[in-house]
């Protein structure tokens, strides 16, 4: 189950948004606030959610603020924006301040569902409101630092190789090339392998016209 968190100042909006993720399932809803600073209070005592779809215009303490703290505080929730807002200059922002994804409330239940198993599923989610591009303009978040055997590893899961081949092409272990997949995991904050081959063709460690990859 992939726990949810709502933080909108619209009640209405809020509950009706709590209603239509609770008919999608797989997911539970386990924080509503009207804030930022509501927000953080319950996750001192509450559970702790692994996505939280933000507003960005609200009192107290807004999106950005509260999205630059969740970084900071709480690096392991993903942050899905979900404004009426439509500004290139706040959307860069919230992304600067670790968005996912960016969507708008007019947006439909098929999009919203997208979204929130892909950025579980591989990080991210993708939309002609929220490209590579912009994502690349947060390099450190985006695109970690990875050493030789992380690219190797990366580069042959995405041409298909079982974890078995890759370990006679790197001349390692099979556990070895195992422990380099659970890095990845945690260092890209993706949780399957699937993710990982996504990442790795949207950062460019596949080139499918080296006869390797083919």
């Known amino acids: 189950m992939i726990k949810i968190a709502l933080v909108d100042d619209h009640v209405v909006l809020r509950r009706s948004l709590a209603m239509l993720i609770k ?76 968005a996912r994804a960016y969507l708008f409330k007019d947006c439909d239940t098929e999009a919203l569902r997208n979204a929130l198993h892909d950025v579980h599923e591989t990080g991210y989610h993708f939309n002609e409101d929220f490209t590579i591009e912009e994502t690349q303009q947060k390099a450190s978040f985006y695109k970690p630092p990875l050493n030789a055997q992380q690219r190797s590893f990366l580069r042959w899961a995405a041409a298909g ?37 996504k990442y790795a063709i949207r950062n460019g460690f596949v080139n499918f016209e080296e006869d390797h990859v083919r």
Not at 32 to 46: I, P, R, S, Y
Not at 184 to 197: A, C, E, P, Q, T
């Open 161 to 197: 190789l079982t974890h078995r081949e890759i370990a006679d092409r790197m001349q390692v272990s099979q556990r070895t090339v195992d422990s380099y997949r659970d890095t990845l995991f945690k260092k890209l904050d993706i949780n399957s392998r699937v993710g990982l081959v």
């Open 23 to 98: 008919t999608m399932g797989g997911f539970q809803v386990v924080i509503e606030a009207g804030n930022g600073t509501d927000f953080l209070q319950q996750l001192k005592v509450g559970p702790i959610p692994d996505i939280v779809l933000l507003d960005v215009a609200m009192p107290v303490t807004g999106g950005v603020e509260t999205a630059i703290l969740l970084q900071k505080q709480y690096p392991c929730i993903k942050i899905i924006v979900l404004t009426l807002v439509k500004s290139d200059h706040v959307k860069m922002r919230m992304v600067k301040s670790g």
